[in-house]
């Protein structure tokens, strides 16, 4: 089974940056399609943007588009979310999902998931 492991949260003050980074294991890393979903405290997981396996093809949500960026290095099954003008409302646990199948925005379309990391924006 593929395995996620994410990492480079912590805590920020808001307008600051964060650069979240989701380890991939195995040699099939371009096969799987690649997004961020974040979660608050009693909230729904929350899409946040993904990416095509091809890497050609990405979609945010409304609420950080402009704002992050989604990308992916194949050479070390990486994907990563730069994270800019960070507010409080971006408080949450931020989780990596990888997907074979098809490509949406819903967190029951992905297979594999990562444990998540810890984003807190406080002044």
């Known amino acids: 089974q593929v395995q996620l492991v994410e990492s480079g949260g912590g805590l920020v003050q808001p307008g600051g940056s964060l650069n979240l980074t989701c380890a991939a294991s195995?040699?099939?890393?371009?096969?799987?399609?690649m997004a961020w979903f974040r979660q608050a405290p009693g909230n729904e997981r929350e899409f946040v943007a993904r990416i095509s396996a091809s890497g050609t093809s990405t979609y945010y949500a409304d609420s950080v588009k402009g704002r992050f960026t989604i990308s992916r290095d194949y050479a070390k099954n990486t994907a990563y979310l730069q994270m800019n003008g960070l507010s409080p409302e971006d408080t949450a646990v931020y989780y990596c999902?990888?997907?074979?199948?098809?490509?949406?925005?819903?967190?029951?379309?992905?297979?594999?998931w990562g444990q998540g990391t810890q984003v807190t924006v406080s002044s």
């Open positions: 195995g040699r099939t890393f371009s096969a799987y399609a």
């Open positions: 999902g990888a997907t074979s199948g098809w490509w949406g925005s819903r967190a029951d379309q992905y297979t594999y």
